[in-house]
């Protein structure tokens, strides 16, 4: 299911909540909010989040990119206008880490 995701200053708000750190604020979020506002699959969601974390982790020990995706499923909640469609997101992280 497509679905819009919440705009800039409602994500940005939401993401702060999460974890106000200065580091993830300035290097990290910016990466999630160049797509606020705009209507995504889940998949979408999950690409953008891959992409992202691995853009910010990008020289930094690989234990960061664990860190990080051990918060996806607060920060999926963050980024989705709703409870199903953060279901859905999560669903979709968690399958494309499974292996086959």
């Given at each position: 299911m497509k679905s819009k995701l919440p705009d800039r200053d409602e994500m940005l708000r939401r993401l702060v909540a999460l974890d106000n750190n200065s580091h993830l604020v300035q290097k990290f979020y910016p990466k999630l909010l160049k797509d606020?506002?705009?209507e995504k699959f889940p998949l979408g969601v999950v690409m953008?989040?891959?992409?992202a974390i691995a853009d910010y982790t990008k020289g930094m020990p690989?234990?960061?990119?664990?860190?990080?995706?051990?918060k996806v499923p607060e920060i999926?909640?963050?980024?989705?206008?709703n409870e199903e469609f953060a279901g859905e997101?999560?669903?979709?992280w968690e399958a494309s880490f499974k292996k086959h």
């Open positions: 606020a506002g705009t953008l989040l891959i992409l690989i234990q960061m990119q664990g860190i990080m995706e051990m999926i909640k963050c980024m989705s206008p997101t999560l669903a979709a």
